[in-house]
């Protein structure tokens, strides 16, 4: 909790740490009332800073010290200045050891910040600023040590004893307890420190490198999840294997271990050779995790298992790099799940996630460039723009360069930073040293906030046969950057003629056609691009893949987006043309539903996924994405300003319109995967969740039509099916359709099957804050006495506040304030216990300006009340006052 102001602190401010760490020495002694905590430091001056000795000061919160030496001499209260944040003293030479004792309590620690316990085993989070809750220590990711660590705890109730690196000695002590030592020979900043000591088991394999070296690697988990761990192994090895295929990068030590948490604030954490990782990221089989959980628990092992590369052998200089290693990571990871499974359907996801949540974000309170150049608590800033944007940019820069001279620019980049601690600015020289390619204006994507709109019109000179593509872009303000340059925005763009092919591309001043789809860069405020050569007048294909991340707007008809959704040779971009189609019949409706009009949809929309659902050769998991209309969080970011109702209402009208208008070909579609799912037993493998996707698509439509044979349907598929996907599936159909009974019976058989599977029930709680019936917070609340939930947890909060308030917004946003106040005393109770969940709860809040004047004076109400209720952590406080600025 903050004593003062929380202050901000600012990229321009940075200065070279004063002193470096060359050795870190730790030793934890676990008990159950407390931890003892050893540190030696092994130190120097700075050798790059004059020769003066400044005083040093160690980060340190929340420890008892005990005792504090410098070169053996044992420093009294007077040699030193302490306050609740920092310890300072003198050094007398250039080069000195300290050596500190210090007590801490692991075992009463809610916030799950530093060392920790979750489920009776020891764990730590140390990114961003942890290690400070450890012991005394320069906290900063320029500062990288070689660590040594040794933990001592009673060997019946912790047998398993581990740290980063290799282990090379351990032994037994008097009384029960036990010890082991590990070395981690690579030169690494405190946030990646790690170290476990708990009752686990573990699965064990083997990866030989490229280089011919044989690694172990090891899951472990509680012993009753030892049945759960085999597809994050193979994900791992697939991994690892992609890793050295596409980027050259190689593993470097003789072992990796993979632990599970059931209590974790984020999915997972990279900590070098000793990955702890939220249990949602790592458990999965057929019974219990959903097709969607099994691809996630592939990107987040793959992500983590990248970080090796991308974080930890190069990290960053300062947390305001922090997408140096996350956008990077993020990019690679989605690049890997891409070839594991569908390029174009990943590709979907992705950006139906970042234009849904990372454009919202962009547009509020918390808005901030990939390189923020200023904050008050670093943890906010684990963000979609961070994580999100900054791998649009990266996959940018991608297009830009090209994947062959990309890769020279990452090896560059991976030689020549290799054990160092860096910025983005030095990730963009490599490429740019590689290429050759002059990256200057391209680096305004790390510098300035918001989502560039894109206008784009055309005009086709018959007498000429040429065409003219005009290009404006402009960004909105964000806070504290009124006015933006132009970006450099990459289009890739085709021209289609009328049977849909890709006309030959020749710009003005070209000798000839340079491909049929290709990459335009538009830098300019105003730019206009004139193709010659073409007989016809074409329709184009733009910004095909979602080449830039961009609010791209074209004045297509309906009949032409129609046309696009069937022949675009761009896959991505056939999903798109359909998307805009929904939007523009969803907001046709909306605006008849504000008007008190009879609402009408629009009967090409229906003809255009008819066509969809009778194609044959069109992937399942695509006919999937295009019947999926786009989401009501979306439809909000679009708004001006959002009409929760009128949303809610038109978009379930089309659904229920499309339901009867289609209903044959879904229960065809939905029949002939429904067999081939009770006759092949479940694989975790992209035809298989293609398959799936479109047969519980088709069931979410079918049983809007409330007949009694896809209840029964329903029922077969719940009570019949092997996997999760198909059960969770029947289940959350039933849950928002009108069979109230079967609804009631189904809920309750789930709850007692799965009570022991704190996952599952997750699962379970989130199905039901999700449903958009009246009563939402009734139910809502009366699931938070259930005896599976409690908000220690962050899953469980995740589950069941977060996906109330992100994702049921009709009862989220009811008209009288409910749900807003709701959350605002959820915040307020997790800000002692929890500051950083405490603060990502807050997000649907900081919306308000998204809607109408009484929800806005309601929202800002339950900000203002957050803000007058006590001591605020700085996360929430920085949230909840940047919200009212
Ligand atoms: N570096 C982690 C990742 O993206 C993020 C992370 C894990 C984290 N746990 C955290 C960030 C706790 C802040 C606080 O892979
Ligand atoms: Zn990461």
Not at 155 to 170: D, E, M, R, T, W
Not at 218 to 233: G, T, W
Not at 873 to 881: A, L, Q, R
Request: aromatic content about 10%.
């Amino acid at each position: 909790m903050r004593t003062e102001q929380p202050k901000m602190i600012y990229l321009k401010d940075y200065q070279a740490p004063d002193y470096l760490i060359d050795e870190t020495h730790l030793t934890f002694e676990l008990f159950e009332d407390h931890t003892l905590v050893h540190a030696q430091l092994v130190m120097r001056r700075n050798p790059t800073l004059s020769a003066d000795l400044p005083p040093l000061v160690l980060d340190g919160q929340q420890l008892e010290l005990l005792s504090v030496a410098l070169d053996d001499r044992e420093l009294s209260a007077a040699d030193y200045q302490l306050d609740d944040s920092h310890l300072t003293l003198q050094p007398t030479a250039a080069s000195f050891v300290i050596d500190s004792s210090v007590r801490i309590h692991p075992e009463s620690n809610t916030a799950l910040e530093g060392l920790y316990k979750s489920s009776g085993m020891f764990c730590t989070q140390c990114e961003a600023e942890g290690f400070r809750k450890i012991t005394y220590y320069l906290d900063r990711p320029d500062v990288m040590s070689k660590f040594t660590t040794t933990l001592s705890a009673e060997q019946h109730s912790y047998p398993v004893l581990l740290s980063n690196g290799n282990p090379i000695a351990s032994g037994s002590e008097e009384g029960g307890r036990h010890w082991a030592t590990w070395e981690d020979p690579f030169m690494k900043p405190a946030y990646l420190f790690a170290l476990v000591a708990g009752d686990l088991w573990c699965v064990e394999d083997q990866f030989t490198t490229m280089s011919q070296r044989a690694v172990t690697l090891r899951i472990y988990v509680e012993p009753e999840n030892i049945d759960k761990v085999q597809h994050a192994m193979d994900s791992l090895k697939k991994s690892m294997k992609w890793d050295e295929e596409v980027y050259g990068r190689e593993y470097d030590l003789d072992i990796f271990m993979i632990v599970a948490v059931n209590d974790f604030n984020m999915g997972a954490m990279e900590n070098k050779g000793l990955n702890i990782f939220n249990s949602s990221c790592v458990l999965a089989k057929a019974e219990t995790a959903t097709d969607a959980a099994h691809q996630r628990v592939e990107a987040v092992v793959a992500h983590e298992y990248f970080h090796n590369w991308s974080g930890n052998r190069v990290t960053c200089r300062d947390w305001f790099q922090l997408s140096l290693k996350e956008g990077f990571t993020v990019f690679r990871d989605s690049e890997f799940s891409a070839d594991m499974n569908s390029r174009t359907v990943k590709r979907i996801e992705d950006v139906a996630y970042l234009r849904t949540h990372q454009f919202a974000e962009d547009a509020g309170p918390m808005a901030h460039p990939v390189r923020p150049d200023a904050y008050m608590e670093i943890s906010n800033f684990y963000t979609l723009t961070i994580y999100e944007k900054g791998s649009e940019v990266l996959r940018m820069i991608h297009t830009l360069l090209g994947a062959e001279t990309f890769r020279k620019g990452s090896d560059l980049y991976f030689a020549r930073h290799d054990g160092q601690a860096v910025t983005c600015d030095d990730f963009v020289q490599a490429m740019e040293d590689a290429s050759g390619v002059d990256l200057t204006q391209f680096k305004r994507w790390y510098t300035q906030a918001g989502t560039p709109r894109l206008e784009a019109s055309a005009s086709y000179d018959a007498a000429a046969n040429s065409y003219r593509l005009e290009f404006r872009q402009s960004c909105p303000a964000t806070p504290g950057q009124a006015e933006k340059l132009p970006f450099v925005i990459p289009v890739e763009l085709a021209l289609l003629d009328a049977q849909g092919r890709e006309l030959p591309l020749q710009l003005v001043g070209e000798e000839a056609p340079v491909g049929r789809s290709r990459v335009l860069q538009v830098t300019q405020a105003e730019q206009a691009f004139t193709f010659i050569n073409l007989a016809e007048k074409p329709l184009p294909s733009l910004l095909r893949g979602f080449s830039a991340p961009v609010k791209l707007s074209f004045p297509y008809d309906r009949d032409q987006l129609m046309f696009l959704m069937q022949h675009d040779s761009d896959g991505f971009n056939r999903w798109e043309a359909g998307q805009q189609l929904s939007v523009q019949v969803l907001q046709e409706l909306i605006g008849q539903y504000q008007r008190g009009e009879a609402l009408v949809l629009d009967q090409r929309l229906v003809a255009a996924l008819r066509s969809v659902l009778q194609d044959e050769q069109l992937d399942q998991a695509m006919v999937a994405e295009m019947l999926s209309l786009p989401g009501e969080a979306y439809l909000t970011e679009i708004s001006e300003v959002a009409d929760v109702d009128a949303i809610h209402a038109a978009r379930e009208f089309a659904r229920g319109e499309l339901a009867t208008a289609l209903f044959d070909l879904l229960w065809q579609r939905y029949q002939a995967n429904r067999e081939l799912s009770r006759s092949t037993a479940y694989i975790a493998e992209f035809t298989h969740f293609a398959r799936r996707s479109l047969q519980n698509i088709a069931l979410s439509y079918l049983v809007l039509s409330g007949r009694p044979e896809v209840l029964a349907a329903c029922l077969e598929q719940y009570e019949a099916c092997d996997n999760m996907t198909e059960r969770l599936t029947a289940l959350a159909v039933l849950v928002n359709s009108p069979f109230e009974s079967e609804r009631a019976t189904t809920l309750a058989a789930f709850a007692e099957h799965f009570k022991d599977n704190p996952l599952v029930m997750d699962q379970w709680f989130s199905v039901q804050a999700g449903s958009t019936l009246p009563g939402g917070l009734a139910r809502v609340q009366a699931l938070m006495q259930h005896p599976a939930f409690t908000l220690k947890n962050p899953n469980k909060v995740r589950a069941l506040i977060g996906a109330f308030a992100g994702q049921n917004l009709v009862n989220f946003h009811a008209a009288d304030g409910s749900g807003y106040r709701f959350l605002a005393d959820q915040v307020i109770s997790l800000n002692a216990s929890n500051p950083q969940i405490a603060s990502r709860q807050l997000s649907p809040l900081t919306r308000w300006r998204k809607y109408d004047d009484k929800r806005q004076a309601l929202m800002k109400g339950e900000l203002e009340r957050i803000l007058a209720s006590g001591e605020l952590s700085s996360d929430v406080y920085e949230v909840v006052s940047k919200s009212l600025a």
